[in-house]
């Protein structure tokens, strides 16, 4: 046995049905993180949250990709748009936008910018929906 071993042991995490870490409460009631990782006291470093966004940025663009297959054949504003709103949204839920998804696709870039307003979500996010439909719009 070595000591990483008797700690993830000794400590435990959790993951969800999808095999995920996700946070938890210890045996003193602090939400943690992995195996025994105080999230609450003593939280993650600069480097640890920019890995963890890093990876959340790949794979927004990875759902993107899944959903619009020519992503990477509209302009770099319009990439960053449409994977800003998968990060934002996460990929189930920008499916739900199937007109927009339509006009992305027929790029008429007008129409998808009107969709993305015409949603709760642009409600909801505000100044970053405005930002996000005039990238779209505008290319």
């Known amino acids: 046995m070595t000591l990483e071993s008797d700690l993830k042991r000794h400590e435990g995490t959790k993951k969800n049905s999808a095999g995920r870490y996700i946070l938890y409460r ?6 943690t993180c992995g195996w025994g990782r105080n999230a609450e006291d003593k939280g993650f470093s600069k480097d640890e949250v920019e890995l963890m966004f890093k990876n959340d940025i790949q794979e927004a663009g990875e759902g993107a ?7 990477y054949t509209y302009t770099t504003n319009r990439q960053n748009a449409l994977i800003d709103m998968c990060f934002n949204l996460g990929k189930t839920r920008l499916l739900k936008f199937k007109k927009m998804i339509g006009a992305v696709k027929a790029e008429d870039w007008k129409e998808a910018a009107a969709q ?3 949603s709760d979500w642009h409600t909801q996010v505000g100044a ?3 930002e ?5 719009e505008e290319g």
């Open 65 to 71: 990709m899944s959903i619009f297959p020519h992503l």
């Open 116 to 118: 993305a307003k015409d």
């Open 132 to 136: 996000i439909e005039k990238l779209l």
């Open 26 to 31: 210890c045996s003193r009631g602090k939400l």
């Open 128 to 130: 970053r929906a405005i």
